[in-house]
């Protein structure tokens, strides 16, 4: 099979984590909304956010990098981040304000890449430090929502999740700046 057919195939193990990623967001989301099974919510989300990991070195691993996960994979961590974040601050484990600062960034986009691929504009590709301020992010959000739930170690958990929230924003800011960059390139040629 030819580098290029490869690249066009749907059905390989990495998308197939990506769409169970995005088809368990709502059973996270009901668990966490439930105080009562909020603890099993915050086990799956992090199941959830541990195959965004897997599915990536699966991908590259295996030689099963293609189009489709190029686009399923951004997509899916950001529907899961998204849907944790509304989750929280509908909960009150998590102030509105820095929810948004997230939430419009990743609006701003996904909007923007959907109108690159209707317009037929330039693919730009996700960069490691967009990457690693997902990572961050993915971690520094849930450990302020599990300490304001009062979960075990509750203290340590918003403390150490206040430190990295600002440090994983900056470095999404950072991602930005890039990505138009990139666009401004691909626009130049």
């Known amino acids: 099979m030819t580098a290029r057919a ?106 923007a890449a959907a109108v690159l691929a209707v317009t037929g504009g330039p693919r730009i590709e996700v960069r490691r430090i967009g990457k690693i301020a997902t990572f961050t992010l993915m971690w520094a959000i849930p450990m302020i929502a599990w300490g304001n739930a009062g979960l075990p170690i509750d203290d340590i958990a918003v403390v150490l999740g206040w430190i990295w929230f600002p440090i994983g924003y900056l470095e999404y800011l950072a991602a930005t700046v890039f990505y138009v960059d990139d666009l401004r390139l691909a626009y130049a040629r």
Do not use: C, H, M
């Open 6 to 111: 490869r690249s066009r195939r749907i059905l390989t193990v990495p998308n197939l984590l990506s769409l169970l990623r995005i088809a368990l967001i709502p059973v996270f989301v009901s668990l966490i909304a439930d105080p009562d099974t909020r603890l099993g919510g915050f086990i799956l989300l992090g199941f959830v956010q541990a195959t965004d990991w897997v599915d990536g070195v699966i991908a590259r691993r295996y030689g099963q990098v293609t189009e489709l996960g190029k686009l399923l994979d951004p997509l899916a961590d950001r529907l899961a981040v998204a849907a944790a974040l509304i989750t929280f601050v509908a909960t009150g484990i998590f102030p509105l304000w820095a929810a948004l600062l997230v939430l419009v960034r990743d609006g701003l986009v996904l909007v």
